[in-house]
């Protein structure tokens, strides 16, 4: 029973630890830990993302996000800036989960 109850804590710290890819929007950039840039074209990213709907869909850091509605359910606060010389990391959003992924993997500490 101890051995069961001491791995589901480990599971739980694990899986806290690892979901880094829940994120917030922010509307001021000031509130953000990180500023994302949009880009039309996948070959301009720095990060294929794949918008997930369920939070526990969002371990690793792997470009699959959730966008959480309230800034209480944690996560990565971000600001969208319309100017790509401002941004910390290029997005480009991805339809399939198979396709996120890091382009620049020097970057995926931004996510950490």
Do not use: C, H, R
């Not at 997930?52 to 971000?78: H, L, P, R, T």
């Not at 020097?106 to 950490?112: A, I, L, T």
């Amino acid at each position: 029973m101890k051995k069961l109850l001491l791995f589901g804590i480990i599971l739980l710290s694990f899986n806290s630890f690892v979901s880094a890819q829940k994120v917030f929007k922010v509307k001021k950039a000031a509130d953000a830990q990180l500023k994302v840039f949009e880009v039309k074209y996948e070959s301009q990213a720095d990060l294929k993302v794949y918008k997930v709907k369920n939070a526990n869909a969002a371990i690793g850091n792997n470009g699959k996000w959730y966008f959480a509605k309230k800034e209480s359910e944690g996560g990565k606060k971000i600001y969208v800036t319309k100017k790509k010389e401002e941004a910390d990391l290029k997005i480009f959003y991805v339809k399939k989960p198979e396709m996120a992924k890091w382009v620049m993997a020097s970057k995926s500490s931004k996510m950490e």
